[in-house]
C-alpha cells in the first residue's frame, strides 16, 4: 500500500502556538475551535454538572459560548475543578499544568485572565468544557464495559494454535508481532517484501502480516516491477519469486490483506454486486485457500485473509457528516461481500484435504469508540450480520488509553456472532504504533508495551506492531511508524520485541521441560505481563 490514510481522529496532531498577540495568535493558543452546537455543548456542560465540576449549568450554557464572556474568577475555579479530573491540584497553577499536561489548555492565556477583575473569551471557556466533558463521557463509556482487571482466564484461543509439522519446531504462538506494508525505504538490494520479512524473522517473530493485491509492485510496492502473468491471488502467491519466498519462511502466523487482483481491490458492494464480481471474489478467495491448504499442508502454518480497515471503505473518516454514508444498502452490500469471502474458505477447506495447517478469514474494523457513543460504523452495522471467523481491530483511536483499549475490545466480541468450532478470544490487535513525529523512542516504546500489557490481559491472541520500517511520508519528513528507522537505527521498540521474543523462548522451553508440554495460552500471557510489567520498572 504505498500510503495510509490519516485519520484526524485517530492521529492528531497538536495545535502549533503563535506567540504574536493578535486575535489569530489568541484564536490558536487558547486552542479555540469552531462553536459546537448549542445542544452538544449544553451536552457537555450536563457531564461537567454531573461530575460536580459545575453548579450553575444556566451561566455556563450561556456566557461560554462565542461572543459572550465569562467572569475571570468563576473560570478559575472552574479550571481548577477540571484539573482534579487528572489529579490532586491544591491551587490553580497546580491545575493548569496538570491541564496543559493533557492538552487542555496550550499557554499562559488562563495565568493571565482567570481571576478576579478579568474576563474569558467565552469560545475559549467553551472549548474547556468540551474537552474536559468528552474525557469524562470517555472514562464512564469505558467503565461501562470494562472486563475484569488482570489477566483474565480464557478457553484456549483454536484459531490461533500452533499447529504440529514444520521444519521448524513450535514453541507456542508469541501473540506480538509487526508487518510490512508500503515502506518508504531499505537497505539491500532484494525486493522490499524480502528485505523486510528476513529483517522481521531475524528479530525473532513468529507471525508476519503483508498483503496480496494489485499494489503488489511499484516504488512503494512488495516487488519493484509489474508482472505481466500475475492476474490471481494465487498467481502472486504461487508464482511470484518474492512472495512465495515469504510465504515458505518459517513463520507459523501469516496475516494477509487479500484484495482480489480481478476486482481492482473492491467490488462496488456500496450499491450492490454485479454477477461477474461475485464471481470472481468468490473464486480467487477459495482458490487461494485451496492453494494454501495443498502447498502448506503439514507445514503447521496458519494463514489469515483478511482486508484493509473496513471503515475507512464504510465511512471514509471519523466526521460527524459521514455518519450518513453508513446507509442501509451499504451496510448490507458489505455485509455480503464480507461474507461471501468466507463462504469462499469455508468451502475450500470442506472440499480440500489437509492436515497441520489452517486458513481463517477476518474483517478489519477500525472505527469502534464512535459506535461505542451511538454512531454508525462497521462494528455496530456490519459485524452482528456476518459470518466471519475474526475480527481485525485497528486500534489508534483507543491504543493510547489502555482502560479504553479494553472496553473497545469488549464491545467488538459483543458484536461478533459465535462461530461453530472456533474457541476462545477471536478478536486481535491488526494495528496500533505511535509515530516518532509525535514521540520519543522512549515514549514509543512505553506507549507500545503499555498496549500490549492491555491487550494481552485482555486475551488478545494476535497484537501487530505498525510497522518495521515506516510508510508515512509527509511534506518529505518520516513520520516514524517504525521499529527500525531510515538510518537502520534499531529504535527501543524494536529491542522490546526482539529481547520478548528471546525470553519468551527460554520460558517456553523451561515449562516443557517441566511440565512436558507447552505453556497454555492462560500460562504464557501471565508470563508475558509479568515479564513487560519488569522491563517497565528497569525503563521508565
Not at 499544568?97 to 474576563?119: C, F, H, P, Q, S
Not at 482466564?153 to 514453541?171: D, N
Not at 494477509?256 to 458492494?269: D, E, F
Not at 529504535?491 to 515449562?511: C, N, S, W
Request: glycine fraction near 8%; include cysteine.
Amino acid at each position: 500500500m504505498p500510503s495510509r490514510v490519516n485519520d484526524s481522529a485517530t492521529r492528531q496532531r497538536s495545535p502549533t502556538v503563535n506567540p504574536i498577540p493578535t486575535m489569530l495568535g489568541l484564536l490558536l493558543v487558547a486552542c479555540a475551535t469552531v462553536a459546537k452546537p448549542t445542544d452538544q455543548h449544553a451536552s457537555h456542560v450536563a457531564v461537567l454538572a454531573k461530575a460536580g465540576i459545575v453548579e450553575d449549568s444556566g451561566y455556563w450554557n450561556t456566557h461560554a459560548v462565542p461572543g459572550q464572556t465569562c467572569a475571570g474568577e468563576r473560570v478559575g475555579g472552574l479550571l481548577l475543578r477540571c484539573g482534579r479530573v487528572f489529579g490532586p491540584a491544591g491551587d490553580l497553577p497546580a491545575a493548569l499544568v496538570l491541564l496543559r499536561k493533557r492538552k487542555v489548555t496550550w499557554n499562559d492565556y488562563w495565568v493571565e485572565n482567570a481571576k478576579a477583575g478579568r474576563t474569558c473569551r467565552g469560545e475559549y471557556v467553551g472549548t474547556v468544557i468540551r474537552l474536559i466533558g468528552t474525557r469524562l463521557a470517555d472514562q464512564e463509556l469505558a467503565r461501562r464495559h470494562a472486563p475484569p482487571e488482570g489477566v483474565i482466564p480464557l478457553p484456549e484461543p483454536s484459531a490461533f494454535a500452533s499447529l504440529p509439522g514444520g521444519r521448524f519446531p513450535s514453541w507456542g504462538n508469541a501473540v506480538i508481532g509487526t508487518q510490512t506494508f508500503g515502506v518508504s525505504y531499505q537497505f539491500t538490494e532484494q525486493p522490499k517484501l524480502v528485505e523486510t520479512a528476513l529483517a522481521i524473522q531475524q528479530m525473532g517473530a513468529s507471525v508476519i502480516k503483508f498483503q496480496l493485491s494489485h499494489r503488489y509492485f511499484g516504488e512503494r510496492g512488495n516487488i519493484p516491477e509489474r508482472n505481466g502473468a500475475i492476474r490471481t491471488l494465487v498467481d502472486l502467491a504461487r508464482d511470484e519469486p518474492a512472495h512465495r519466498q515469504v510465504l515458505d519462511m518459517p513463520f507459523r502466523h501469516i496475516v494477509l490483506w487479500a484484495h482480489c487482483l480481478g476486482n481492482k481491490q473492491l467490488p462496488s458492494w456500496r450499491k450492490g454486486f454485479t454477477a461477474e464480481e461475485r464471481k470472481t471474489e468468490y473464486s480467487e478467495i477459495k482458490e487461494l485457500t485451496v492453494h494454501l491448504l495443498k502447498t502448506y499442508s503439514g507445514s503447521g502454518k496458519t494463514f489469515y485473509l483478511g482486508h484493509w480497515e473496513g471503515d475507512g471503505w464504510l465511512r471514509r473518516s471519523v466526521h460527524r457528516e459521514n455518519d450518513v454514508r453508513v446507509t442501509a444498502e451499504a451496510a448490507k452490500g458489505f455485509t455480503e461481500w464480507l461474507n461471501l469471502r468466507q463462504q469462499a474458505v469455508d468451502d475450500a477447506k470442506r472440499e480440500t484435504k489437509h492436515s497441520g495447517v489452517e486458513v481463517w478469514n477476518y474483517l478489519e474494523l477500525n472505527h469502534v469508540w464512535l459506535a461505542m457513543q451511538g454512531r454508525p460504523a462497521l462494528v455496530n452495522a456490519v459485524l452482528p450480520n456476518t459470518t466471519v471467523d475474526l475480527v481485525s481491530y485497528s486500534s489508534y483511536d483507543t491504543a493510547s488509553d489502555p482502560a479504553r483499549l479494553k472496553a473497545a475490545l469488549n464491545y467488538i466480541e459483543s458484536k461478533l456472532p459465535p462461530k461453530p468450532g472456533i474457541t476462545g478470544r477471536r478478536v486481535f490487535i491488526g494495528e496500533y504504533g505511535f509515530p516518532a513525529a509525535r514521540h520519543t523512542p522512549k515514549e514509543q516504546d512505553r506507549l507500545s508495551r503499555q498496549l500490549i500489557q492491555a491487550a494481552l490481559e485482555w486475551g488478545c491472541p494476535l497484537v501487530l506492531y505498525w510497522e518495521l520500517y515506516n510508510n508515512e511520508v509527509e511534506d518529505g519528513r518520516q513520520r516514524g511508524f517504525w521499529m527500525i528507522d531510515d538510518q537502520g537505527v534499531k529504535q527501543p521498540v524494536y529491542q522490546t520485541h526482539r529481547a520478548f521474543y528471546d525470553e519468551a523462548r527460554a520460558y517456553a522451553a523451561t515449562f516443557q521441560k517441566k511440565h512436558g508440554r507447552l505453556p497454555d495460552s492462560n500460562a504464557f500471557r501471565r508470563w508475558a505481563v509479568a515479564w513487560l510489567k519488569q522491563r517497565g520498572e528497569a525503563l521508565d
